[in-house]
Every structure is written in C-alpha cells, then in structure tokens.
C-alpha cells in the first residue's frame, strides 16, 4: 500500500508554469508505477502522464506533450510533473496515482490514489 499527497497546483495565467509533486511516505514507493490524470468539471477523468518504477520511461497524452515533463526522485519518494505552457484547457483537478501491476493510461489500472490539487489556468 503507499499513500500519496499532491502539492503544487494554484492559478496561473495562460503561458506559465507550474510544478506539481507527489509525495509518498513509504519506501515501497519504488515498486510503482505512478500516473498523473485531471479531471475538469463536467468531465471525465483524462490520462495526462505516466512514468516507470525507475522514471526511465514516461508517456504523455497528445494534448500535453512538449510542454509537460514528468520526473521521478525516488530517494526522495516523489514524482513530479513539470507544466509549462500552460492553456486554459488544462484547468482541472490533477491527480497522481499508483500501481504495481500495469504501466498504463487506464485510471481504472490503478490502486492508490492522492486526494488531488487545483489547476487554474487564466485566458
């Protein structure tokens, strides 16, 4: 089991940057893979970035590649997602989450999941 905290979201204009982190207390946090996904109002909850158990891989949804990156410190048991080039579109509540089993875009595919942080992005 691992817990998961996001920090980091806030409101930024069109253009800026954010970074995000997912923290975990346990030192299991290496046996996952972790996913980042958001959710707007009014809509369904939308694979945004993932990474491997090293962070040697990560895989980004169309809509963010190039301007997202993700990364991983495992000493430090967090997982980051840098933002930049920011739009209005990617407004919504972003979640990190974990799994041991899949390296997937699927939100369903994961276990364990952080309580979430606001992204607001102004035009």
């Known amino acids: 089991q691992v817990h998961l905290v996001e920090s980091g979201g806030g409101l930024v204009q069109a253009g800026g940057s954010l970074r995000l982190s997912c923290a975990a207390s346990?030192?299991?946090?290496?046996?996952?893979?972790i996913g980042w996904f958001r959710q707007a109002p009014g809509k369904e909850r939308e694979f945004v970035a993932k990474t491997n158990w090293s962070g040697g891989t990560a895989n980004y949804a169309d809509s963010v590649k190039g301007r997202f990156t993700m990364l991983r410190d495992n000493a430090q048991n967090t997982v980051y997602l840098q933002m930049n080039m920011l739009k209005p579109e990617d407004t919504a509540v972003y979640y990190c989450a974990a799994t041991d089993k899949w390296y997937s875009d699927s939100w369903f595919r994961y276990d364990y999941w952080g309580q979430g942080t606001q992204v607001t992005v102004s035009s």
């Open positions: 346990e030192r299991t946090f290496s046996n996952y893979n």
